[in-house]
């Protein structure tokens, strides 16, 4: 598994646009990038998963860079209820798999 | 609504006590997983099923140990307990067998134990 490095927190107010960065400089050719949020005391949720260029979906967007060493999570015009932590996963689906969890970014989003 | 089920939603028990929580998967998900959140921790991968066979091993202490059931449904047994065990357990499920980095996992809505 790609080892992967996100701020630890973040804050921002209502209404702008978030932009969360994970480095995982030693990516695999086949590896994934995905996004988990987690709301306190829940299990956490799928958000956003990549492999190259742009992702979009109805929550947010997923920049990924063609040397794919890192990628951006975007949440446009935040609100207080996205205030949560927010997982990078980088990796394949393997025989060995093991599918962990980094440390996460803590994002406060505030009135 | 994930579709995974996770019970009881909260267990308090004393010290060197067995608990056993249990999870339902997600219609149709082969795998289960198991994960332990203790306060002001991240999701820590303790063991993975797969159709009923273990698939993936993580830090899972040998007083834990987890079965997956022919109607898919999974048990997690903890022993002997100690404070230190108290955590959130989630429990999640996805379709494929070799793990969720590229595909989707869903997760239920943990059970809360207190070791007290």
């Known amino acids: 598994l790609a080892k992967t490095t996100q701020p630890i927190s973040m804050d921002s107010y209502e209404g702008q646009e978030v932009n969360i960065t994970c480095s995982h400089n030693n990516i695999a050719t086949n590896d994934y990038i995905t996004w988990y949020q987690q709301f306190p005391s829940q299990g956490p949720r799928f958000i956003i998963q990549g492999y190259k260029t742009k992702v979009t979906n109805e929550v947010a967007s997923l920049f990924i860079p063609a040397d794919r060493k890192s990628s951006t999570l975007s949440l446009p015009r935040v609100s207080l209820s996205d205030t949560a932590v927010y997982y990078c996963?980088?990796?394949?689906?393997?025989?060995?798999?093991?599918?962990?969890f980094g440390d996460g970014t803590t994002l406060t989003v505030k009135p | 609504d994930s579709g995974v089920t996770q019970t009881p939603k909260h267990l308090i028990t004393a010290t060197g006590q067995r608990v056993t929580l249990r999870c339902s998967p997600r219609?149709?998900?082969?795998?289960v997983y198991w994960y332990q959140q203790s306060l002001d921790q991240g999701l820590q991968f303790l063991i993975q099923y797969y159709n009923g066979e273990e698939r993936a091993k993580g830090n899972i202490l040998e007083r834990f140990s987890a079965q997956q059931f022919p109607d898919l449904h999974s048990e997690l047994n903890l022993s002997s307990l100690e404070l230190g065990d108290s955590a959130l357990y989630f429990c999640?499920?996805?379709?494929?067998?070799?793990?969720?980095?590229?595909?989707?996992?869903?997760f239920g809505q943990g059970t809360r134990l207190t070791v007290v």
């Open positions: 996963l980088v990796g394949y689906n393997t025989n060995a798999g093991k599918s962990t």
């Open positions: 219609s149709g998900d082969l795998s």
């Open positions: 999640a499920s996805s379709v494929a067998g070799t793990g969720f980095m590229n595909t989707e996992a869903f």
